[in-house]
């Protein structure tokens, strides 16, 4: 089984940085950062404008720069027999 990673900024630095992806959802997105003892969960949830994905983590902001439709694409194209429409 092949592991997500996604990239993510955190906004205070304008960083990116590369998380693995626990679950995925267009409704949420739940990624692991870090590795080992030393890894943390968080949730990042859509903007009310749909248009990214944002979330804290240590008291830090990161946010998935891709909207909701971009999300649920992605899920379709990775588990095109998920969902029967």
């Known amino acids: 089984m092949q592991t997500e990673k996604i990239q993510v900024r955190v906004t205070e630095t304008r960083q990116l940085m590369e998380v693995v992806v626990f679950s995925k959802r267009a409704s949420a997105i739940e990624v692991v950062i870090g590795a080992g003892v030393h890894s943390v969960k968080c949730t990042l949830a859509p903007t009310r404008n749909g248009q990214a994905y944002a979330g ?11 909207s909701r439709e971009q999300v649920q694409a992605d899920i ?4 095109p027999g998920l969902y029967q429409r």
């Open 76 to 79: 379709d194209r990775l588990n």
């Open 56 to 66: 804290s983590v240590m008291g830090r902001e990161i946010v998935y720069e891709r």
